[in-house]
């Protein structure tokens, strides 16, 4: 922990550790914006970033929302302050999805969130093959836990039951890769290499295909004529969490965000990889068969998660201002710039 001091230096930690989170598409639908009172952010989605092929109603813009969220907490946190969140605090304002504010000093809690904050730099989605050693049931057991304190559950399923819903995420990625609209979207943020555009994702951080089939990585790039890694034979027994809320209302979408970033950042800590499939969430059917047969449960993303190699990384535009932004005093540490609001 640093300061409690909030300067410039401070606001560009705490943005820079917000556009680490993990995005659908490496869309990073958010903005952000200084509070009246200089101690809060306002976090705001992005019209211009949403998906309407893929996420119609904003599910998965609000879990990377959320995403971010948790980054700016646990950035408050590695600085000293304790950060209260509001989520959806204006009724009369939807576009405002959540506010931080820096209160007093950090609390040392059973599980502070400050230690987590050398991970958001070193989490990267790995698309590539994980060598099936298992994960320790005690580091299961804590990403289990870090989705608990969010007000989200973390399902572990046994062979069976990962086989159910790899085979439902399975059908989800063929009726992506039959649907002109949802393939057209989804190549639309590819970058190609060499050109940094901010946003998307590079063709070399796209990773490979299971030659085996067993797991369904989503193909970005189809029959793209761009460079592409060959299929390869990925673990033969995949490690799967599903993330699921007890109800599904926007507010729920911005703590599974959370849960979702609390869960990567503690696998990251261990030196666990992870990657997201998120194809069956995309369907209205399938997205209800991944929850089973237990009511109440809304399924809201599967994460898979094992060792092997680090993840490519994908570009981070360096921060989204608000409305007629205005620099923030002080030195520039990254180009970020941020809006008092209104």
């Known amino acids: ?34 509070g009246p009172d200089i101690r809060s952010v306002e976090v705001r989605a992005d019209p211009g970033r949403r998906l309407p092929m893929t996420d119609p109603d904003l599910r998965a813009q609000h879990l990377s929302v959320g995403a971010a969220v948790f980054n700016l907490r646990v950035a408050a946190a590695h600085l000293g302050w304790e950060p209260v969140v509001r989520l959806l605090p204006a009724a009369d304002d939807p576009g405002l999805l959540a506010t931080v504010r820096l209160a007093g000093p950090a609390k040392d ?30 580091i299961v057991t804590e990403m289990i836990s870090a989705a608990r304190v969010e007000g989200a559950r973390l399902d572990v399923p046994d062979i069976v039951g990962t086989r159910r819903l790899l085979q439902l995420t399975e059908a989800g990625e063929v009726r992506n890769a039959s649907h002109p609209g949802r393939t057209a979207e989804a190549r639309g943020w590819l970058t190609a290499p060499g050109r940094d555009a901010g946003y998307g994702i590079p063709v070399p951080a796209v990773g490979a295909l299971d030659a085996s089939g067993r797991i369904p990585m989503r193909d970005f790039t189809g029959r793209l004529p761009v460079p592409h890694l060959p299929a390869l034979h990925f673990e033969r027994h995949a490690q799967v969490a599903l993330l699921w809320t007890a109800w599904d209302r926007r507010e729920d979408w911005l703590r599974a965000g959370q849960a979702l970033q609390h869960v990567l950042l ?7 990889r992870t990657s997201m499939l998120h194809q069956a969430m995309e369907w209205m059917d399938l997205r209800a068969a991944m929850g089973g047969s237990r009511q109440r449960r809304c399924p809201q993303l599967l994460i898979r998660f094992g060792y092997g190699p680090e993840g490519g990384r994908t570009p981070r535009a360096a921060g989204h201002a608000a409305p007629h932004p205005a620099p923030v005093p002080g030195p520039a540490a990254s180009g970020v710039r941020i809006a008092p609001s209104a």
């Open 1 to 34: 922990m640093q300061t409690r001091e909030v300067d410039a230096g401070a606001v560009q930690s705490l943005l820079a550790a917000a556009v680490a989170a993990p995005s659908i598409h490496n869309t990073q639908p958010w903005r952000f914006g200084l």
């Open 109 to 138: 809690g059973p599980a502070p969130l400050w230690h987590l904050y050398e991970a958001i730099e070193r989490r990267h989605t790995s698309r590539m093959p994980f060598t099936g050693r298992p994960v320790p049931e005690p």
């Open 266 to 272: 503690t696998a990251t800590a261990y030196g666990v």
